[in-house]
């Protein structure tokens, strides 16, 4: 058992860090999400070039990571800059490709930063459940004929192509029968209706009318994805949780930076001990955010991996969330105002509650799993 | 003690309900209950709705025109109001002002001032708060300095509420820096459209113009409209935080939030079933419910002692804890309902005139930006933190 | 609507205050707890003197209160001396006579003080449901034979006389078939097995073996007690609520005191903002309490009684317990000892959670209530 | 970062749970398991049975005979004597004074005590807390006067644990009233069969006998047991709360009490229903296991960070915070978890030897009894709230 990142790993961080740190500022940001497409093409191809996207796929697809930490790492230094280009999107039908082992080609192109990708799996009834799928697959001549919607799709309306999950077999919730499909974004018979997001992101509803799409756009096994999609749930999980402790080192940061600066009553307010206090146990929960983060990611693989990733969403919902507020508080009306950056670290934390299962929907899912091997923070 | 309603509460209860079956607008209280953007014009209707049936000031004291209700009436009418969708009355003018010239005002303030409040001629709004100045309100720096038969105010003001919507602000000024910093501080009227006031939007997080800044260059202001004596501002300015206080447990709000709440709850499925049947949705409601219940009876109490003689004490400072705790928690627990579709945010779908489809639920979209809109209820009027500062001095003697 | 007391129930609040304040110190307590009976008669003779007993039932009873108001202000008062005289076990029993109208004289030997009841309705299997009564009762002659074990019985080993149920009919959770039964404590086949609470109370096991009763042992309906078992209940939950609350405010006071004149690093610990804050906490609950214990009080009999007495009995649980700890920990070891009082006022707030359930149990109750016309504090 | 255990570290794992298997007496783990009350005797028991095995000091540094182990294999330690119900070690001796006799002791001093706390011939007790100087530990009075060749002491220790059993403890007085209160404080080992010190009970709120007061008057001591140098006191004694605080999160008796706890909620009955399947207790326990299995690592990422140069610094603040509050909210859940039987107590039946039938569920009588006892630990050792005060001024600079 080993807490400290190798050497690479490291330096993949301080990459990432250092790029938010030195072009990635909250104006640039947010001229980046109010830009046409949403986020910087430029961002994003210069992020590809330094190897961002191939960190997140294992050798045997082409990259040269993969692994829970290398996630982690890469998403807490993006959460860190609120970095709005679709590096999240791209993780998850990226995902969906390396593990199935098909269209290998797509997922190079994607490295290299020449094709985005969505990943087109939530519908308007479907909540967070994994299986609950009624866009129907039906075979049509050699192929497929796709019909249904999908809901709140990250970065739906800038992708070129579609990671879609539809019901070839079975009832509306069951697992099996469910098959996912790669669609070019372009096809006939699809309506992409693009709006941006609370915390400033940008997602889309897509309709699916008769789309036909050929045989070999199936991903994996015909019927049996319901293992990718928790996989991809599980990644997507780590990463978001990441990009929230990423959001909130920097908003405790700015918080202590207020508390020492900003004065009341003729003295910095940090010198009120009710707010030391409260301050005292917002670092304490970040600790544990971060341990579950790590136990999370080193888990990302093991069979204890939905455990572990409910315990890290559920503390994000739960400690993550109260933790933002706070930030939001003890700054006072200046976090209130859009011009001031600790309220958008907070919005996009508390925001992250509503992606992939919010805490709740995991605390449940902990006590449906059961808990008493997984107590243990080894993985042996 | 008896909780049951007098005959007269009743009958009072009735003629609140026929009264909002017959004279709230429709189409104003559809944009409240669907969490569409008001209009000026739209606070304007119900303002003089509201005056024409002599409830606009039912609140105060009978020799100033008002009815005098007691904490059980401004209850009922609070519940009644905010359950049928009637707007929040802007209180500025009406239960911030109003009772500082009741109580501190010249007779010419009085009458010249209360009657435009009423008919709604003058829009007012708060300079209270400066960018060193928020919770420690005495150290503001805001000058009006004696020239002639004027003041001459030069300064900022900063997170004044619809003050793109007001022609008078009234102010706290520094008009003198001997003493302790409470000391020097008067009360001052000021119509918007002299020279030299400027109101600059500030935008909040969620993305809404609600708040402003007010800046004052050599903004010159007759003499008669300092309110009270020169320098005794801060007395003034805390009698208007405790009437501030008297709606500040939100209780009529709250419940109608509750009700929203469960509304979608009802709708929303989870698994298959109705979210509301969720074990641990359901448990937080009933915690939140329980809390209401109570604070809506502590709320009671606290008023009816106030309005029994006592002034409203510090008490007011747990209201206002609880009430926007509880307000939040609400907001908190909406938001948890909706799931993903928490996520979309279409500004321009809060305003009338909106055609196109909802994003998800048609109840979706301000879900989110009213929870964090929400987070200022615990920061503005007096932090959470001074509150508990007052009890802890006030009530506690610590 | 109205918030203040009569000018009778605050004659009767400040003439037990009086008691309380005048006679009954905390080693007086203790003493009376650790006597032989676990309480004074002598005390108890002087309160039925003072018409405490009386106070708890209605003047068609032979007493003069019975509200629920005056239920609460007697125990309210009661609380804060942690009173250990068998008032409650002569409410619940006592309220069984008077809701059913029979066996009115033992009600009035009672009354005077001649007469100790307890209320034998729990068992070993029965946790927190009213319903769940597993003890029978079969008929024998003209009267029945009891057999079953009863469960934590409060005061149930000084009793004279218990009221105990037993199933005459019906499954073993059944609503229907429950009787209840009034039984002199010395009948052949009782066995009573004393011992004592953590709190200092006093509580025991009875088991019945074959104990004949003749049929006028039998307290209202056959098989019908299950509404006035529920009235008991709620008599029961409401007094102990308020004795939770006169024992909060006592540990508040305590509290207070101790904050102004403990000093540490050079200051009254009560200069701390920290626990200036948490204090401020505390105040708005006990009110929030207060104000829950009015709702309830003034709902004893109507139909939003149970609704009432949940949200009350949750806020002893939840606020209760919060207000007892902090009062503990703001202290400091020294609410750690026996010697000091502070500790056991919060023993009793704790305990009483596990006295006609606890916070969980009724939160769980307002959910299957539902809440609509609840949340509105009017009756009307 | 690898979360998997190295080969050594299985192995390591394997050798302990052996160890546990073969040697701690059954009779002592069953009265650890059944929560009964452990004589003095069933302590020294395990503690010789630690010794032999060279357990007892492996967290030593090897040049004083132990085995340097690091963060994990503590951890590892920790958790398996813990579920095979080894009773806790008693920690004033062996993790406490040891260090720093280590550290600042002379080598008389070192080479004298060190190895009767090995062998069990002393019980060290700690007298640290006065009545007057709990958490302000520096406005301690106790007073220490040299005369000759040696020390006269007079004065009143409190809290003290265990100090019926022991026969040395270690105190902190003061030598000087010069400068700053932390300046005159000594660090001064005294055998408690020297005339003059007596030990008198204080009984807990439950009531057990576990702490004492300690009097001392007239005390003397030999000049040669000050520990270091004299007025220096106050290092010696903060480098001892970090020691202190090296098994502070308590992670092992929390996992082991969790068990316990989940054992009694598949036992108890709700509705006809193991209580481990209601949705509200169950999601309670979920989170508490959600924040025990995040606190594990916390643990030992602080601890690895410690052993791998670093003093483990205010950061243990985080784990004392944590791992008391975790341990309380298994405390209450337990309680809970037991209904109508949490009420009897009978403190009889935590001896062995009592033999009437229980209360209730064989596993209830002391579980209310340890909820209120384990109040204690956001107490002692540095309240919680000290801790805050350490984390905002050692970790933030507030």
């Known amino acids: 058992m080993d807490f400290s990142h190798t050497e690479e790993r490291q330096m993949l961080a301080d990459m990432v860090g250092r790029f938010v740190r030195d072009e990635y500022d909250i104006e640039t940001r947010h001229a980046n999400a109010r830009s046409d497409d949403g986020f910087s093409r430029a961002h994003w191809s210069q992020l590809a070039e330094l190897g961002l996207i191939g960190a997140l796929f294992p050798e045997s697809c082409g990259g040269f990571g993969g692994t829970g930490f290398d996630i982690s790492v890469v998403f807490e230094q993006l959460g860190g800059g609120l970095v709005v280009e679709p590096f999240l999107a791209n993780l998850l039908a990226g995902t969906a490709l390396a593990a199935s082992g098909t269209h290998s080609d797509v997922l190079d192109e994607v490295m290299a930063g020449n094709c985005l990708l969505a990943y087109a799996h939530g519908e308007p009834a479907s909540r967070y459940s994994l299986s609950q799928v009624e866009t129907v697959a039906q075979k049509s001549g050699s192929g497929y004929r796709l019909n249904g919607n999908k809901a709140v799709v990250i970065s739906g309306d800038t992708a070129n192509k579609l990671v879609v999950s539809a019901r070839t077999a079975g009832g509306n919730d069951a697992t099996d029968g469910i098959s996912l499909f790669l669609v070019p974004a372009d096809a006939d018979g699809i309506h992409i209706r693009s709006y941006p997001t609370i915390d400033g992101y940008r997602a889309a509803e897509i309709a699916l009318k008769d789309v036909e799409v050929p045989a070999d756009s199936l991903i994996g096994v015909e019927g049996q994805a319901i293992a990718l999609i928790e996989q991809v749930n599980a990644a997507g999980t780590l990463a978001v949780s990441a990009e929230a402790l990423g959001a909130i080192d920097v908003g405790i940061e700015m918080t202590l930076d207020y508390l020492k600066t900003r004065k009341q009553f003729g003295v910095p307010i940090g010198k009120f001990q009710a707010l030391q206090h409260r301050m005292a146990d917002m670092m304490t929960e970040r600790e544990q955010i971060r341990s579950a983060l790590i136990n999370a990611a080193g888990n ?74 997984a107590t243990a923070a080894a993985t042996a | 003690m008896d909780l049951n309603y007098t005959h007269e509460e009743q009958a009072f209860q009735l003629e609140v309900r026929q009264f909002l079956a017959e004279k709230l607008p429709p189409e104003i209280s559809g944009k409240v209950k669907s969490k569409k953007r008001l209009t000026k014009q739209d606070s304007e209707t119900w303002h003089a709705i509201l005056n024409a049936a002599g409830y606009l000031n039912a609140h105060w004291l009978v020799e100033f025109g008002g009815r005098g209700w007691n904490a059980i009436q401004r209850d009922i009418f609070d519940v009644e109001a905010n359950a049928a969708g009637a707007p929040r009355v802007v209180p500025f003018g009406l239960n911030m002002l109003a009772p500082v010239l009741m109580a501190f ?253 909802p994003i998800g639920p048609d109840y979706a979209n301000p879900v989110a930006a009213d929870y964090f809109n929400h987070r200022k209820t615990s920061i503005y009027g007096g932090s959470n933190e001074i509150q508990r500062n007052i009890i802890s001095k006030l009530m506690m003697g610590l």
Chains 1, 3 share one sequence.
């Open chain 1, 300 to 373: 990302l693989q093991s069979d204890q991996r939905d455990w572990h990733m409910s315990a890290l969403k559920n503390l994000i919902g739960r400690a993550g969330r109260s933790i933002a507020e706070e930030c939001i508080q003890m700054h006072g009306g200046i976090a209130m105002t859009f011009e001031y950056a600790v309220g958008h670290y907070a919005k996009r934390v508390v925001m992250i509650d509503h992606m992939f299962g919010d805490e709740d929907h995991h605390l449940q899912r902990i006590i449906k799993l059961g808990a008493i091997a």
């Open chain 2, 105 to 357: 005002g010249s007779q010419e303030q009085q009458s010249y001032h209360l009657p435009r409040i009423l008919d709604g001629t003058n829009w007012w709004c708060q300079g209270y708060s400066e960018p060193g100045a928020g919770s420690d309100l005495a150290s503001l720096k805001m000058s009006a300095v004696r020239d002639g038969d004027e003041y001459v105010l030069n300064g900022q003001k900063t997170w004044t509420t619809l003050g793109q919507h007001a022609n008078w602000i009234f102010c706290l000024v520094r008009t003198s820096r001997e003493g302790k910093p409470q000391q020097g501080i008067s009360f001052m009227l000021v119509d918007m459209d002299t020279p030299g006031v400027e109101v600059r939007p500030i935008i909040l997080l969620e993305g809404t113009h609600e708040v402003n800044e007010v800046w004052f260059t050599d903004v010159r202001v007759p003499a008669e409209n300092l309110v009270g004596e020169e320098n005794k501002g801060w007395t003034y300015a805390k009698y208007l935080l405790v009437h501030e206080r008297s709606g500040i447990a939100g209780v009529g709000d709250a419940l109608a939030s509750i009700e929203h709440l469960k509304q979608i709850a009802r709708e929303q499925k989870k698994d298959g079933k109705p979210l509301a049947e969720d074990a641990l949705f359901a448990a937080r409601l009933a915690e939140i419910e329980i809390d209401l219940a109570a604070m809506r009876t502590t709320n009671m109490r606290i008023m009816q002692a106030a309005s029994d003689g006592a002034p409203p004490g510090p008490e007011v400072s747990m209201l206002k804890i609880k009430g926007t705790v509880l307000r939040q928690s609400i907001n908190d627990l909406t938001r948890r309902a909706l799931g993903p579709y928490a996520m979309p945010f279409v500004s321009e779908a809060l305003d009338i005139g909106y055609n196109e489809e």
